[in-house]
């Protein structure tokens, strides 16, 4: 079993829409969990980290649960520049900061 | 102010050949990561620095691949004998915190292709 699993989609939804991509990691002992988003050919960037008691930033909400180790990504009213892929990254060995890297969940807005 | 920066952009080799990366980051970043990332995937991770020393190597998937960062700022990634499945992008980032929290700045990479 991967450490960090997401679904790799792609998931193409229409403009205005509200989509929401889960991850699920391995390690009970994870602690900090984020959320970059990748350009095609380009670099991650991280779009927000997640934090126990759920975090938003405009249309972006992300949930943590650890009971059943996963986090999410809702995205609402959705525009042509949110397509991208999304990585989850989990910090999975504590005391390392080795960050773990999802496959990533590609996503496309349509007009 | 300037960001992450890798060297060179692209890389084309042949098998069997030694190869260096290089990786300037943010200027005050103590903490500095190496990534491979294939087509498709997520960055794969390969090793990380705390200052000068190696705090994780646990990511280098052989004794041909080797990195260095002398005095604790621009690190040099070192690939011997390369082989074909070694073609990837090669990403570096930097962070200022040396925990687990803080934000990760990436470089464009370098896209090693051995043929």
């Known amino acids: 079993r991967k450490e960090v699993e997401q679904d790799p989609g792609p998931f193409n939804v229409p403009e205005g829409a509200t989509v929401a991509f889960n991850c699920t990691y391995s390690?009970?002992?994870?602690?900090?969990f984020f959320w970059y988003r990748q350009d095609c050919r380009k670099e991650p960037k991280l779009l927000m980290s997640?934090?126990?008691s759920g975090n938003e930033d405009g249309r972006f909400t992300a949930q943590l649960n650890r009971a059943s180790q996963y986090i999410s990504l809702l995205i609402r009213d959705s525009k042509l520049s949110d397509s991208a892929t999304y990585l989850c990254?989990?910090?999975?060995?504590?005391?390392?900061?080795?960050?773990?890297f999802g496959t990533g969940t590609r996503l496309k807005v349509l007009a | 102010g300037a960001g992450v920066s890798q060297t060179p952009s692209n890389k084309v080799t042949e098998k069997g050949k030694y190869v260096e990366l290089r990786c300037d980051p943010i200027?005050?970043?103590?903490?500095l990561y190496w990534y491979r990332q294939s087509l498709g995937q997520g960055p794969e991770f390969l090793i990380y620095?705390?200052?000068?020393?190696?705090?994780?190597d646990s990511g280098l998937p052989n004794d041909r691949f080797f990195a260095v960062r002398p005095e604790g700022s621009v690190s040099t990634l070192k690939i011997q004998r390369t082989e074909r499945g070694d073609s990837a992008v090669y990403l570096c980032?930097?962070?200022?915190?040396?925990?687990?929290?803080?934000?990760?700045?990436f470089g464009p990479g370098t896209r090693l292709t051995v043929l």
């Open positions: 200027s005050g970043h103590t903490a």
């Open positions: 997640v934090y126990s």
């Open positions: 980032a930097s962070s200022l915190t040396s925990g687990g929290a803080g934000e990760q700045f």
């Open positions: 620095f705390q200052g000068t020393g190696a705090a994780d």
């Open positions: 990254v989990v910090n999975t060995d504590s005391g390392t900061y080795k960050y773990i």
């Open positions: 390690n009970s002992a994870s602690q900090s």
